[in-house]
């Protein structure tokens, strides 16, 4: 009878043992599963240009006097500097008037800096771009603030960057917190169906906050090298 109970005892503990490994079900990536969210693919949205935003403004001429005017080294053509935009959604840039570029692609702004330059300096070139291109994350996927390194930038190397998800953290309830015309908007997603991909919550943007809270259920988990090969 004793040998029987211990038995028991046994068996009730692998079988927890079992239900609390974290498995694949619950931690893997770009499964195709039916009972996981199917998301809507959209067509990706150039970052457009928001208030705070540090502007990075280039002028290329070969006008050497425009150069000498400023440039710190009139041996060079090129000229680099960066400005802020206003509260009221402009940047004041060198021999013009402030620009309205808020709500603007760096592909607009370019094209109407560049117009009203060439209204001086015939041979301008200019070339914008954000210097504030920084995600944060916060919660069960690493610490930090990381630079956007290209334009198309996924969730999925933004939380790479990072160290990635925790087994712990939530992986049905992601959320990214954007800055938006209306205020903040959160998103909230499953990381794990395969439809992620090419949907609203696939890229990342200058400003984004991702959070990834901790799972409810995360501290009767059992971490194990091998519950990953348990479906």
């Known amino acids: 009878m004793k040998i029987n109970f211990k038995y028991s005892i046994l068996l009730i503990f692998v079988t927890l043992l079992f239900n609390s490994c974290y498995n694949y079900r619950s931690v893997g990536l770009l499964q195709d599963r039916k009972d996981l969210p199917v998301y809507e693919k959209i067509s990706y949205e150039d970052y457009k240009i928001r208030i705070n935003d540090e ?51 760096l592909t607009e702004a370019t094209k109407i800096v560049e117009k009203k330059m060439r209204e001086i300096i015939p041979d301008a070139e200019i070339k914008l771009s954000i210097s504030n291109k920084n995600f944060t994350v916060i919660g069960d996927a690493g610490t ?18 990072s160290g990635e998800v925790h087994h712990s953290g939530d992986y049905k309830h992601i959320r990214i917190l954007r800055e938006g015309d209306k205020g903040t908007e959160i998103l909230e997603f499953d990381i794990r169906p395969k439809s992620l991909i090419e949907s609203k919550y696939y890229y990342i943007y200058p400003n984004d906050i991702i959070y990834v809270q901790r799972a409810p259920s995360a501290f009767y988990k059992i971490e194990n090298s091998w519950s990953n090969f348990i479906a």
């Open 55 to 105: 502007v990075v403004y280039r002028l290329i001429t070969s006008d050497e006097t425009i150069s000498k005017l400023i440039q710190t080294n009139s041996s060079q053509s090129n000229y680099v500097i960066s400005y802020r935009v206003y509260p009221d959604g402009t940047i004041d840039i060198p021999f013009v008037k402030r620009i309205m570029v808020v709500g603007l692609t």
């Open 144 to 161: 930090g603030v990381y630079n956007i390194p290209r334009e198309r930038f996924t969730i999925y190397q933004a939380l790479s960057m």
